[in-house]
Every structure is written in structure tokens, then in C-alpha cells.
């Protein structure tokens, strides 16, 4: 009788560690089908993926020069400009002219250029970065030749140092909200200055 009950002891204890097994093994399968990645903030700046439609033209006929920017992306005041003038257009596309006196900047204030091909057609790219008031400004000048003068497209973007929300205080949502949205904006800055770029045409 002991023996009867034995058997019956050790059958239910296989039972329940297969049933224990298999639930194990599901459940690992089911976490193997899905992703637990945290989600992109849905508040964050996403001017990077607004359509063309949502976008300004600037246009200089005279050197056949166009490009595109977003609304609402650069401060007010400070949108895309088109500039031109006299400059050492015979080194280039060899080496990057002197732009200086075009981008109203000091000599010392204008780093060298750096050569770029945008839409097939070559660039020199300067770029002057400053910090004031809790800002990171950043000016972005891109230069080519055409009839014996320089087009500068003049980029002018700003955003805030996010380091001002640090240190994080522990349960302040708002506080963390405003220092993501705060990264992701400075992040998609590039991106977004890459897409304006890359609608330069210079026929």
C-alpha cells in the first residue's frame, strides 16, 4: 500500500515539474517575440520628419540658387539667408576662399573650410560655435562659386544647454521631460541641418 501510495507521490511530482517546465519554456518564448525597448518620447521635437510641404524655398535667381528649411525651426529672426560678393574665387574648388567679409565675420573668428559635395556640386563649409545665457548658438556657413563670385548660405541654429536640468531630482516628471525633449532637439538639430542641405541646388 505504501508503495501504491509512493508511485502515486512520484507521478504527480513529474506531472507538476512538466507542466512547470513547459510554462518556463512559454514564457521565455513569448519574451523572445517581443521588444522591451522604451519608446521614443512622443513630445520630443520631430521637425527632422516633417514633409517638404511644411517647408519655405529661398531662391537667388542670379546665381540660379535654391534651398529649402522647415517653419519653425530656426529662431525668428535668424532664418537661412543666401548671401553673395566678391571673394579669391580663383583657388577654389582647389582649396576654400575667404568668405570672411560676406559672412560678416573676423578672420580669426572664421575657421578654414572643409570641402563637402552637396547635389554635385562642391562646397566649403565653415562653422563658428559660441555659448551664452544657458545657449549653444552655432553658425554654419556653406560656400561655392559661380560667375566669378561666392553664393554663402548661412545657417544660424541655437539650443539650449541641456546640462542646466542637471542633476535629475528623483520623481520630478517635469524636470525629466524637459531635459529629454531638451536632448532630442539638440540631437535632431544635425539631422534636420543635413536635410536643409541637401536641398541645395546651384544651377
Same mark, same amino acid.
Given at each position: 500500500?505504501?508503495?501504491?501510495?509512493?508511485?502515486?507521490?512520484?507521478?504527480?511530482?513529474?506531472?507538476?515539474?512538466?507542466?512547470?517546465?513547459?510554462?518556463?519554456?512559454?514564457?521565455?518564448?513569448l519574451?523572445?517575440?517581443?521588444?522591451?525597448?522604451?519608446?521614443?518620447?512622443?513630445?520630443?521635437?520631430?521637425?527632422?520628419?516633417?514633409?517638404?510641404?511644411?517647408?519655405?524655398?529661398?531662391?537667388?535667381?542670379?546665381?540660379?540658387?535654391?534651398?529649402?528649411?522647415?517653419?519653425?525651426?530656426?529662431?525668428?529672426?535668424?532664418?537661412?539667408?543666401?548671401?553673395?560678393?566678391?571673394?579669391?574665387?580663383?583657388?577654389?574648388p582647389?582649396?576654400? &576662399?575667404?568668405?570672411?567679409?560676406?559672412?560678416?565675420?573676423?578672420?580669426?573668428?572664421?575657421?578654414?573650410?572643409?570641402?563637402?559635395?552637396?547635389?554635385?556640386?562642391?562646397?566649403?563649409?565653415?562653422?563658428?560655435?559660441?555659448?551664452?545665457?544657458?545657449?549653444?548658438?552655432?553658425?554654419?556657413?556653406?560656400?561655392?562659386?559661380?560667375?566669378?563670385?561666392?553664393?554663402?548660405?548661412?545657417?544660424?541654429?541655437?539650443?539650449?544647454?541641456?546640462?542646466?536640468?542637471? &542633476?535629475?531630482?528623483?520623481?520630478?516628471?517635469?524636470?525629466?521631460?524637459n531635459?529629454?525633449?531638451?536632448?532630442?532637439?539638440?540631437?535632431?538639430?544635425g539631422?534636420?541641418?543635413?536635410?536643409?542641405?541637401?536641398?541645395?541646388?546651384?544651377?
Amino acid at each position: 500500500m505504501a508503495t501504491k501510495r509512493s508511485d502515486f507521490f512520484w507521478a504527480i511530482l513529474t506531472a507538476v515539474i512538466c507542466v512547470a517546465v513547459i510554462f518556463i519554456a512559454g514564457w521565455f518564448l513569448l519574451l523572445g517575440n517581443f521588444s522591451f525597448t522604451n519608446q521614443p518620447d512622443t513630445t520630443a521635437d520631430t521637425q527632422p520628419n516633417q514633409t517638404m510641404l511644411d517647408w519655405n524655398t529661398i531662391t537667388n535667381n542670379q546665381y540660379g540658387f535654391s534651398m529649402k528649411y522647415p517653419n519653425g525651426f530656426f529662431d525668428a529672426g535668424h532664418e537661412p539667408k543666401v548671401l553673395a560678393g566678391d571673394c579669391n574665387y580663383n583657388v577654389f574648388p582647389g582649396s576654400c &576662399p575667404n568668405v570672411e567679409k560676406i559672412a560678416n565675420q573676423e578672420l580669426n573668428h572664421l575657421p578654414a573650410g572643409n570641402k563637402v559635395t552637396i547635389n554635385n556640386t562642391t562646397y566649403c563649409k565653415y562653422q563658428i560655435q559660441d555659448a551664452a545665457a544657458g545657449h549653444q548658438y552655432y553658425s554654419d556657413y556653406y560656400a561655392t562659386v559661380k560667375n566669378q563670385k561666392c553664393i554663402v548660405v548661412e545657417l544660424v541654429t541655437s539650443t539650449t544647454t541641456c546640462e542646466n536640468y542637471l &542633476p535629475l531630482q528623483p520623481g520630478n516628471a517635469e524636470q525629466a521631460t524637459n531635459y529629454n525633449n531638451c536632448v532630442s532637439k539638440r540631437d535632431n538639430r544635425g539631422a534636420t541641418l543635413d536635410q536643409i542641405v541637401n536641398t541645395f541646388t546651384a544651377n
